[in-house]
C-alpha cells in the first residue's frame, strides 16, 4: 500500500480502515486529500483481500468538518466545477465497488457530510453533528449534498437542513434517516468493525450487485429498477459463492466465500 500524507490506510482482516488524517483542522478536505483517499481507494478496490472499508477521520472532535476554505480565496468559477468534475472523494466513494462503512465521530460537516453521504452505510457517536453549512457562505453543497441528502431524508428535510446551514445531533440525524446507528463514544469503533466483519463475511460479487442494484433504485423508475435487479439476480447464477451458498445451506453448514 501507498504511503500517504493527509490519510492512513491499515488493514484489519478484511476490513480496511481509511481514516483522513488532519486533526489539527478538523479532517477539513483539501485537494491532497481528495487525491490521496482517491489513490487509496483505487489501490483497495483491486486488492481482493479487502472485502468492506470504513472510512472515518483522526482524533475524536471530528470525522470531517467540511473543506477547507482557505482554498476557496483564489478559485475562479472555471477551476472550481474543472476541480468537482475530476475524481472526488464524493464520486469515489460513490462509485467504490465494495461496501463502504462511515464511522462518524465528532462533526460531520459540509463535505464531510457529503462523504458520509456517499458511503453506504453510516454509524456514529453520540458527540456526532451534522450539517449543510454552504449557506452560511453564500454557497450551495457542490459535493452531492443537495442531490444525495434529498434522496436519502426527502425534500422537506433536505431543504430545511441545507437553507438554515443548521447543526443537527445524532437523534435527530438518525430521525431523518441521516444515519444507520448512533453508539457511546467509547463503543463506537468497536461496533462499526462488528458490522464491517459481519458484511465481510458475505459473498464479494453479491455485494457489489447489491451496491449497484440499490443505487439504481434511487436514480431510476420502478420498471428499469426491477429489470436490472432481475438481471443481476442472474448473474449470481454464475458464481462459485452462489453454489457455495446453496450448498452450505442445504448441508447446515456456514458458508465460506471466495469472491468467484
Same mark, same amino acid.
Given at each position: 500500500?501507498?504511503?500517504?500524507?493527509?490519510?492512513?490506510?491499515?488493514?484489519?482482516?478484511?476490513?480496511?480502515?481509511?481514516?483522513?488524517?488532519?486533526?489539527? %483542522?478538523?479532517?477539513?478536505?483539501?485537494? &491532497?486529500?481528495?487525491?490521496?483517499?482517491? @489513490?487509496?481507494?483505487?489501490?483497495?478496490?483491486?486488492?481482493?483481500?479487502?472485502?468492506?472499508?470504513?472510512?472515518?477521520? @483522526?482524533? *475524536?472532535?471530528?470525522?470531517?468538518?467540511?473543506?477547507?476554505?482557505?482554498?476557496?480565496?483564489?478559485? #475562479?468559477?472555471?477551476?472550481?466545477?474543472?476541480?468537482?468534475?475530476?475524481?472526488?472523494?464524493?464520486? !469515489?466513494?460513490?462509485?467504490?465497488?465494495?461496501?463502504? =462503512? $462511515?464511522?462518524?465521530?465528532?462533526?460531520?460537516?459540509?463535505?464531510?457530510?457529503?462523504?458520509?453521504? $456517499?458511503?453506504?452505510?453510516?454509524?456514529?457517536?453520540?458527540?456526532?453533528?451534522? !450539517? &449543510?453549512? *454552504?449557506?452560511?457562505?453564500?454557497?450551495?453543497? /457542490?459535493?452531492?449534498?443537495? &442531490?444525495?441528502?434529498?434522496?436519502?431524508?426527502? *425534500?422537506?428535510?433536505?431543504?430545511?437542513?441545507?437553507?438554515?446551514?443548521?447543526? =443537527?445531533?445524532?437523534?435527530?440525524?438518525?430521525?431523518?434517516?441521516?444515519?444507520?446507528?448512533?453508539?457511546?463514544?467509547?463503543?463506537?469503533?468497536?461496533? #462499526?468493525?462488528?458490522?464491517?466483519?459481519?458484511?465481510?463475511?458475505?459473498?464479494? =460479487? $453479491? +455485494?457489489?450487485?447489491?451496491?449497484? $442494484?440499490? %443505487?439504481?433504485?434511487?436514480?431510476?423508475? +420502478?420498471?428499469? /429498477?426491477?429489470?436490472?435487479?432481475?438481471?443481476?439476480?442472474?448473474?449470481?447464477?454464475?458464481?462459485?459463492?452462489?453454489?457455495?451458498?446453496? !450448498?452450505?445451506?442445504?448441508? %447446515?453448514?456456514?458458508?465460506?466465500? %471466495?469472491?468467484?
Amino acid at each position: 500500500m501507498t504511503t500517504f500524507e493527509t490519510i492512513t490506510v491499515k488493514h484489519r482482516g478484511a476490513v480496511a480502515v481509511l481514516t483522513i488524517n488532519r486533526p489539527d %483542522k478538523l479532517n477539513a478536505l483539501n485537494t &491532497q486529500v481528495h487525491m490521496e483517499a482517491v @489513490a487509496a481507494l483505487d489501490e483497495l478496490k483491486h486488492d481482493d483481500t479487502v472485502r468492506v472499508v470504513v472510512l472515518t477521520g @483522526a482524533g *475524536e472532535k471530528s470525522f470531517v468538518a467540511g473543506a477547507d476554505i482557505r482554498e476557496f480565496e483564489e478559485r #475562479t468559477p472555471v477551476t472550481q466545477r474543472n476541480n468537482f468534475h475530476e475524481s472526488t472523494l464524493f464520486n !469515489s466513494v460513490d462509485a467504490f465497488p465494495k461496501p463502504v =462503512i $462511515a464511522m462518524v465521530n465528532g462533526f460531520c460537516l459540509g463535505g464531510g457530510n457529503e462523504v458520509a453521504l $456517499a458511503c453506504d452505510i453510516r454509524i456514529c457517536s453520540e458527540t456526532a453533528r451534522f !450539517s &449543510q453549512p *454552504e449557506i452560511n457562505l453564500g454557497l450551495i453543497p /457542490g459535493g452531492g449534498g443537495t &442531490q444525495r441528502l434529498t434522496r436519502l431524508v426527502g *425534500e422537506g428535510r433536505a431543504m430545511e437542513i441545507i437553507m438554515t446551514g443548521d447543526m =443537527i445531533d445524532a437523534e435527530t440525524a438518525l430521525k431523518f434517516g441521516l444515519i444507520n446507528h448512533i453508539y457511546p463514544a467509547a463503543e463506537l469503533e468497536a461496533k #462499526t468493525m462488528e458490522l464491517a466483519n459481519k458484511i465481510a463475511e458475505k459473498a464479494p =460479487i $453479491a +455485494l457489489q450487485l447489491v451496491k449497484e $442494484a440499490v %443505487k439504481f433504485a434511487s436514480r431510476s423508475n +420502478l420498471d428499469e /429498477g426491477l429489470r436490472r435487479e432481475v438481471d443481476l439476480f442472474a448473474i449470481c447464477f454464475s458464481t462459485e459463492d452462489k453454489k457455495e451458498g446453496v !450448498s452450505a445451506f442445504l448441508e %447446515k453448514r456456514k458458508p465460506v466465500f %471466495k469472491g468467484k
